[in-house]
């Protein structure tokens, strides 16, 4: 049986959360989703699971550990840098992006206004990493 790969997000909040899981089952994205709503959470999830996620979504402001304080933390971890990981905001500051791709950031994602730009997003995204590019099987 297949594995189906593991996208880990960090969303401190619910209705995005449902809207994005709504918006992964519309564009039938064979996958598994987990949800965490802070940068703290994400890093514990990480250490104590088993399964390293194929893709790793941040929100940009969060409590606790904000996205780029993650972002970095990831990065500088042999364990963890292989990991796509990418910011989602409703921000489009120049800086703001700017900052996180020199943190190593895989892309920054600004959030839809609408859900059927959000499906859009998210179908673009998933056809990327799971159809188009070789993800690293840590």
């Given amino acids: 049986m297949k594995k189906l790969p593991l996208i880990l997000i960090a969303e401190d909040d619910e209705d995005d959360q449902m809207l994005m899981k709504s918006a992964f089952k519309d564009n039938k994205v064979e996958c598994q989703l987990e949800f965490v709503p802070d940068g703290e959470k994400l890093m514990e999830y990480l250490e104590a699971s088993e399964t390293i996620p194929s893709l790793i ?82």
């Fill in 57 to 138: 979504l941040l929100d940009l402001n969060m409590p606790k550990v904000d996205g780029k304080a993650v972002l970095k933390i990831i990065k500088d971890s042999e364990v963890y840098r292989h990991i796509p990981t990418m910011i989602i905001s409703t921000s489009s500051a120049v800086a703001e992006v700017k900052n996180v791709y020199n943190l190593g950031a895989a892309a920054y994602l600004v959030k839809p206004a609408n859900y059927d730009d959000l499906l859009k997003l998210i179908n673009h995204l998933t056809s990327f990493y799971f159809n188009a590019a070789t993800l690293s099987q840590a």
